[in-house]
């Protein structure tokens, strides 16, 4: 097998099981199957299994245990915000209702601080994004992301208005890998007052954020900024 079409396998059955954790597929309760049942079920080596469930032990889902085998880790909870999934797919999954009131859509050269954080260069054109996301009727979060127009290419007002990730995934067909993030309490904008319904000043959530493709490439910078009351966020931290 081609080295790129290994990693491509390893990374797909990654996602495939990332996914049957997070729907319940595998019972807390039991071990998962071992590396021969799962290489026999995907088509692969055992390798390449070891390799996708190395990445899920890091991503703290799984928990290895010796001589017994690996085992589903208890996640907090099952509605909890799963940030790479985008703001729409994270309220639909809540049975929520999402709307998003676009307040800029443009396309603008890259500053030093922003080629510095999307490794780009000055100059570079990106999309520069404002959106109020309005959950259940009650503005909830106003996000400023940037995306360079050469990896998120054909980014329409249209998409902008709905969900980029899912334009992103579904149309033009790449792969959210991982981020990193820095959370953050700062003091509210004019703008966040008027649109977030907050006194100037008062505290919000900043949520700053660098999402990576599967190939390493950068295609979001963000800074979202939420109601201290109506945020929530989780994660799994594990010892390397």
Do not use: W
């Not at 994004?129 to 400023?144: A, F, K, Q, S």
């Amino acid at each position: 097998m081609r080295l790129g079409a290994d990693v491509i396998k390893y990374l797909d059955i990654y996602e495939t099981i990332k996914q049957r954790i997070v729907d319940g597929y595998y019972s807390q309760k039991d071990k998962m199957p071992d590396g021969t049942a799962l290489a026999k079920e995907f088509g692969c080596s055992e390798l390449t299994i070891k390799k996708a469930l190395d990445i899920l032990v890091k991503d703290g889902l799984v928990v290895r245990k010796r001589g017994s085998g690996s085992f589903i880790k208890r996640p907090l909870s099952s509605l909890a915000p799963k940030h790479l999934y985008g703001t729409t797919a994270n309220a639909q999954h809540s049975n929520q209702k999402i709307e998003t009131k676009v307040l800029n859509y443009s396309v603008e050269p890259a500053g030093s601080h922003l080629a510095d954080r999307l490794n780009c260069e000055e100059g570079d054109m990106l999309y520069y994004v404002i959106r109020v996301r309005i959950v259940d009727g009650v503005p909830h979060i106003l996000e400023y992301t940037y995306m360079p127009i050469n990896i998120v290419t054909g980014l329409s007002y249209k998409h902008v208005e709905n969900s980029i990730y899912q334009y992103i995934t579904d149309d033009l067909g790449l792969k959210i890998h991982s981020s990193t993030m820095e959370i953050t309490i700062g003091a509210a904008t004019e703008l966040e007052s008027k649109e977030l319904h907050l006194g100037i000043g008062e505290n919000i959530v900043n949520v700053e954020q660098i999402v990576y493709l599967d190939n390493g490439d950068i295609f979001e910078y963000s800074n979202s900024r939420s109601l201290c009351k109506n945020f929530k966020f989780s994660t799994n931290f594990v010892r390397s």
